[in-house]
């Protein structure tokens, strides 16, 4: 004789919750022997005689803690949740962050989402400068520009500095039409994007106007002192060993500053070391300097993202 019982939960959430083609669904069906079926509104479970409705909603409960903490839902974590069960019968509860890093313009708090990125949160608490090193799609810069933010609405300095070096044109962009402005925004896009995200228009404009947040090219940083201040180098491994010891000197008191990159995508010229690589080896063990290294695993885009980069990975070694 068949069960079946209704689980209570938003279309947002469950869309949330489901993963790639439903796969934590399925992947909750064949743990608890259960058929779970999303056309109507929330959830409907059905059990055979082996099937444990209990124990999809108590995996289900916990999966709704997290997806409205801003974690991200994926069948690795029901794998997590599932392990405890397997010895002791009972689910590991989320464990709930104590307070977002942020608020963005729609009102949605931004968490650390991975242990990587948990790690960069408590560096930059503890430590003025911070290499964060790793695969593109694991939030780095995300992540960076929104601990700036963060750190510039509670007044904590005056000013956020994104830097990315313009590698294709040579750091002199003369070449290209319009005014400065109009030269360098493809380069900056990627800081503008997450700039739009966290703030709305408005605001983000005042900000911009009063020179309390400025995009630019890191051709532009030197002779500069910058105090007070919350700065990222983006794409750090573009710079070269020169670029990169000018930008570190740039640091003023009471400043900051974040230097994300990826070793395995370096655009320099042949023959050309990266500024990146080459400032983490030198400056590793440093007191007040954090080096935080995000692999494979912390990639947050589509699943099949991270098998690509672990199998380039994979051929490397």
């Known amino acids: 004789m068949s069960e079946v019982q209704r689980y209570s939960i938003s279309d947002d959430l469950k869309r949330t919750i489901s993963g790639e083609n439903e796969t934590v669904f399925r992947l909750l069906e064949s743990r608890f022997s259960v058929e779970i079926q999303t056309r109507l509104p929330g959830l409907t479970i059905i059990a055979g005689e082996d099937g444990d409705i209990s124990g999809v909603f108590a995996v289900l409960d916990q999966l709704k803690i997290a997806a409205r903490n801003g974690r991200p839902i994926t069948a690795k974590k029901v794998e997590r949740l599932l392990e405890p069960l397997e010895l002791t019968g009972v689910v590991q509860g989320e464990e709930i962050p104590s307070s977002p890093i942020f608020r963005n313009r729609l009102g949605v ?174 400056l590793n063990g440093i007191p007040g300097i954090a080096q935080i290294n995000f692999t494979a695993t912390d990639v947050l885009r589509h699943h099949l993202v991270k098998d690509i980069l672990m199998a380039y990975e994979q051929k490397d070694k």
């Not at 242990?115 to 003025?128: C, I, M, S, T």
Request: proline share 6%.
């Open 109 to 282: 708090s931004v968490f650390a989402k991975t242990p990587a990125q948990a790690e960069l949160v408590k560096a930059v608490e503890k430590n003025d400068v911070i290499f964060a090193k790793g695969p593109a799609g694991t939030g780095k810069t995300f992540l960076a520009v929104t601990l700036a933010v963060a750190s510039l609405e509670r007044h904590e300095v005056e000013r956020i500095c994104l830097v990315r070096p313009a590698v294709e044109a040579g750091e002199s962009l003369g070449y290209l039409p319009g005014d400065l402005k109009e030269k360098i925004a493809p380069y900056l896009r990627p800081i503008q994007d997450s700039l739009s995200e966290l703030l709305p228009a408005e605001k983000l404009r005042r900000y911009e106007e009063a020179g309390a947040i400025e995009v630019a090219p890191l051709a532009y940083m030197r002779g500069r002192t910058l105090k007070r201040a919350f700065i990222i180098l983006d794409e750090a491994q573009n710079t070269t060993p020169e670029q990169m010891k000018m930008f570190l000197t740039r640091l003023g008191p009471y400043s900051k500053a974040i230097i994300t990159g990826d070793a395995t995508q370096v655009d320099l010229g042949k023959g050309q070391k990266s500024g990146f690589v080459h400032a983490m080896q030198i």
